[in-house]
């Protein structure tokens, strides 16, 4: 089974196989077909890449599917286990089937290992203590720092004796909430130096949110830093932790200590409110402590880290990762997809508050003991050059960023980036939801001077890694598509009825077997991770994602299929909208759909029913958006309210996004079918408030 999809691989465009040494043949829009828009790797980049060829590609993902254990234990050997894996022939316990029993994944079961010890010890004891492991770039131009390898092991070492002191030991679970300060990394490796648990939560989240999560997951303490200039804006996180921390009080849990980094140039420490005896000045206290702390071994599964993610339903789930499958998964995905090499510099936009910040911000690049940028700053602040200033200043040669990213700063002209160098460029990326072909273009042309392959990796935070992804040198791209699977991972397409559909054909992403960084439950709710992920297509994992496949294998993403909403590349639930807005006492109903935004992929349009008797007004639009705001964040505010005096209903009372969808996109010819509606005439009277 599992060789007849290897075999249908094999049908690469017959160009790939035979000539993946053209030039780039860089196709314009002009060209009818887009899925017949091939762009070729040059010579050059081929020649010294990873994997070069598909032949090459075909057979390591042969061994990958045929002997899994084989292929994952040789690259695991690579690392440092300080008790190797017991059971030699299967490296891995899987059952992916709920009509089997309990859905489980284990990989690397037994061994000891340690993931900072991986990423930052052995880098230093192979020689590279005096490599730069971090650039640090702040949110003003000429405010940056950097730290070698042996001095970001000790500010490591340093934090976390500073925990274990506080009492923080293996299986505690530590709240992270910080910006892009090096002290976020840090303060991820210092937990998994000591088998803490650590939960990044991104500081765009308001207090209701982060309390949400503190009560969820119980830290030993959270760590934090007084304040944050994104651009021009200074914002004040440690008030909203403060606020977070009263909430999370009166929600029965109370957290001992607060630590907090001293962001001095954005806040002074005596603007700063304090709470005498919780909290504690990081530059103060963490400093004092040795820079040598002893490691300790966990089993490769572990807890290493929980990070909640948006579902179909209000509560947050967290996504729970373990330690050595994810270690190993995280390392060669980020080798081979972005064909690294020792000399490169590299740079991911993404904050270390979602999960590209930790899988390839963090972990993967330093497991490989790359030199990465972290930047502190806003993409277009002080204007929109400033990622290629960075991209000289550094000499960056991989870059990767998210679609709506790419969309902005083309629509702020080309102007802004050719007046760089970017000489350093080899390999650009692309990572949170489709990115459509026309901004793959101006990435390719612009940016990337038509020199760069793209790396459109699909994945999620439940994957822990890249799933579906360009391998750069192997085979030629199509803009717009993440071509193939890793290594070892099986993606399949379903039908509604959950029945494998080959060939060309579209329908429902899946995959059919476990990948060493798949996410092994939702923290506290096997049953809710069994009946969200296992339950909807028996036998497999459902990504949420709708996907096509051309006829030469090539994947195309087509977005969510569930209630989540993709905004800028950040998972916002229609339920976690709607739920803060009918939390407004003028609020009687909202329903929200997502709906396609030039710049975001997709804009958040929210339907609301008001309280009987309450007039529509512009201030109360406002107010709505502000409960949005305080709930969840400023990034999940509505781009569009539309008063609705009534929502179109089944006889059964669920509602008709569908229709929704038509109406917020203005598509109203493509209404369909309204007539099994309980009340078909508010149609009509949501089309006439369009406008207003
Ligand atoms: C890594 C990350 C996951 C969802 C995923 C999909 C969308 C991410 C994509 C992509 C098309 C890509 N997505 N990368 N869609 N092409 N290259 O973004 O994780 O925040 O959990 O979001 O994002 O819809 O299901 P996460």
Redesign the pocket.
């Known amino acids: 089974d599992h060789l007849r999809h290897v075999e249908s691989l094999s049908t690469l465009p017959s160009g790939a196989g035979k000539t993946p040494h053209l030039n780039a043949v860089i196709l314009g829009d002009a060209l009818a077909s887009e899925e017949n828009d091939l762009v070729f790797p040059s010579q050059e980049f081929s020649s010294q890449a990873l994997v070069s060829s598909p032949a090459q590609y075909l057979e390591m993902y042969k061994k990958s599917i045929l002997d899994p254990s084989g292929f994952w234990s040789e690259i695991a050997s690579e690392f440092y286990w300080e008790k190797k894996w017991p059971q030699q022939q299967q490296v891995y316990t899987e059952n992916l089937d709920v009509r089997k029993g309990d859905v489980k994944i284990e990989w690397f079961k037994g061994g000891m290992t340690n993931i900072c010890y991986n990423a930052l010890d052995r880098n230093i004891d192979a020689g590279n203590g005096d490599k730069i492991a971090m650039y640090w770039e702040g949110n003003e131009l000429n405010h940056d720092g950097s730290l070698t390898y042996t001095q970001l092991l000790h500010k490591v070492c340093q934090l976390a004796n500073y925990l274990k002191d506080i009492g923080v030991s293996k299986g505690d679970a530590v709240v992270i909430y910080l910006p892009m300060l090096m002290e976020l990394p840090i303060a991820m490796l210092a937990c998994a130096r000591i088998g803490a648990i650590h939960s990044v939560v991104f500081a765009g989240f308001s207090a209701d949110s982060l309390s949400q999560r503190i009560v969820d997951c119980k830290p030993k303490a959270v760590i934090t830093c007084n304040a944050v200039r994104r651009g021009s804006k200074v914002i004040q996180l440690k008030d909203i932790v403060d606020a977070a921390l009263v909430d999370s009080a009166k929600n029965g849990f109370s957290v001992g200590v607060v630590l907090n980094y001293e962001n001095e140039s954005a806040m002074t420490r005596e603007c700063t409110k304090w709470t005498e005896g919780r909290d504690v000045w990081w530059q103060d206290t963490v400093p004092k402590y040795p820079t040598t702390c002893a490691v300790v071994w966990v089993d490769a599964e572990d807890p290493l880290f929980l990070l909640y993610?948006s579902g179909s339903t209000g509560k947050p789930k967290g996504?729970l990762h373990t330690t050595g499958g994810y270690m190993i998964y995280t390392a060669t995905t980020f080798k081979y997809a972005f064909d690294y090499k020792s000399s490169d510099i590299y740079w991911c936009t993404a904050d270390c508050g979602?999960?590209?910040g930790h899988?390839y911000v963090t972990y993967g690049p330093l497991l490989n003991g790359a030199t990465v940028v972290v930047f502190e700053g806003a993409p277009n602040y002080p204007n929109a050059s400033r990622c290629w200033d960075i991209v000289d200043k550094y000499k960056v040669s991989l870059f990767y960023t998210?679609?709506t990213l790419v969309r902005s700063l083309m629509r702020d002209g080309d102007e802004f980036v050719t007046r760089y160098s970017r000489k350093s460029l080899r390999v650009l990326g692309?990572?949170?939801?489709?990115?459509n072909p026309s901004a793959w273009r101006w990435f390719f042309n612009v940016v990337g001077d038509s020199r760069c392959p793209i790396s459109?990796?699909?994945?999620?935070?439940?994957?822990g890694g890249f799933m579906?992804?360009p391998l750069p040198g192997a085979w030629p791209q199509k803009p717009g598509s993440?071509t193939f699977p890793f290594f070892g991972v099986l993606p399949v397409i379903v039908d509604e009825k959950g029945t494998e559909i080959d060939g060309e054909c579209s329908g429902y992403l899946c995959v059919k077997n476990s990948w060493p960084g798949a996410f092994r439950t939702l923290y506290g709710d096997h049953d809710r991770y069994e009946t969200t992920y296992f339950k909807p297509f028996p036998g497999y994992y459902f990504?949420?994602?709708g996907c096509s496949r051309d006829k030469d294998g090539y994947h195309w993403?087509?977005?969510?299929v569930d209630d989540?909403i993709?905004v800028s590349?950040?998972?916002i639930g229609t339920a976690e909208v709607e739920s803060a807005l009918v939390s407004h006492l003028q609020c009687a109903e909202a329903a929200v759909v997502g709906v396609e935004h030039e710049v975001k992929g997709q804009g958040i349009y929210a339907f609301i029913t008001l309280v009987e008797g309450v007039p529509y007004s512009e201030e109360l639009k406002k107010s709505l958006t502000l409960a949005v705001r305080k709930q969840i964040g400023a990034f999940a505010a509505p781009d569009k309210i539309h008063w609705a005096p009534g929502l179109p209903k089944t006889r059964s009372g669920k509602i008709m996004r569908r229709i929704l969808r038509k109406i917020a996109s203005r598509q109203l010819d493509e209404l369909g079918d309204t007539s099994t509606l309980a009340d078909p005439s508010v149609v009509d009277q949501l089309i006439a408030l369009s406008d207003q």
């Open positions: 993610t996504v979602w999960i590209t899988s998210a679609p692309s990572v949170g939801e489709p990115i459109d990796t699909w994945w999620q935070t439940e994957t579906i992804t993440a990504t949420g994602d993403l087509t977005g969510r989540v993709n590349g950040h998972r």
